[in-house]
């Protein structure tokens, strides 16, 4: 099975860096990824590390470690509509590989004037 | 090009009726599932599939159905309702891992 922590919530203010750490446990291990939902919305994909590094998206990166099992999203200059849950996610061993994403969670980042 | 499309966007059941929840994907995406979200919690895995015809149990799978006779529809049926099943539930389609999930709009369900 998969467990993944992740803070319940972060707070910053506009136009800071704020990073969301996300650690795992699984039993294999098929790629990490990030996910953003703001209140009441459907959640919508950010990023994905199947490798170690930093993947850059705009103001968005991720990164990953998979000696620590561990990574976390970055969000650059940040804005007042960034204030949403964000979620990391693993896939788990399932039916013939792929399909079963499990998700932590998640981070209430608020973001302050 | 619709994406992910789910009905109804809210129910409200009576304990013990059964209903089915429907979701359709146009992007020919092999991959779908059905998570459900309560207040403050992340999205839990209730049953998943990785093509028509195959599907397996995610998470809480219990008091859950489910079928995938096309590569377009994942519907998702409540047996007998309960009210800890009052939820808000996503579907989700996907190509691969790295393109990431789509999801849909939600169905907020109430059990009374």
């Known amino acids: 099975g998969q467990s993944l922590e992740q803070p319940s919530e972060v707070t910053a203010v506009e136009g800071a860096i704020v990073q969301i750490n996300c650690t795992y446990q699984?039993?294999?291990?098929?790629?990490l990824s990030w996910y953003q939902q703001h209140d009441g919305g459907a959640p919508t994909f950010l990023s994905y590390n199947g490798l170690d590094g930093l993947e850059e998206t705009g103001r968005f990166s991720s990164f990953l470690s998979r000696s620590d099992s561990y990574g976390y999203l970055l969000l650059q200059e940040l804005q007042m509509k960034d204030s949403a849950s964000y979620f990391c996610?693993?896939?788990?061993?399932?039916?013939?590989?792929?399909?079963?994403?499990?998700f932590g969670q998640g981070t209430e980042l608020s973001v302050k004037p | 090009n619709a994406g992910v499309t789910q009905t109804p966007k809210f129910q409200v059941l009576k304990t013990g009726q059964s209903m089915t929840l429907q979701c359709a994907q146009d992007?020919?995406?092999?991959?779908m599932s059905w998570y459900r979200q309560d207040p403050g919690m992340g999205l839990r895995l209730i049953h998943y599939s990785v093509g028509a015809g195959i599907t397996d149990q995610g998470e809480v799978p219990n008091g859950y159905n489910v079928s995938r006779s096309t590569t377009e529809d994942f519907p998702l049926r409540l047996l007998s309702a309960a009210p800890s099943q009052t939820s808000v539930y996503f579907c989700?389609?996907?190509?691969?891992?790295?393109?990431?999930?789509?999801f849909g709009s939600g169905t907020r369900l109430t059990v009374v």
């Open positions: 699984t039993s294999g291990f098929y790629g």
């Open positions: 992007m020919n995406h092999e991959y």
């Open positions: 996610a693993v896939r788990d061993e399932g039916y013939n590989q792929g399909g079963k994403l499990i």
């Open positions: 989700a389609s996907s190509l691969e891992d790295r393109s990431g999930y789509t």
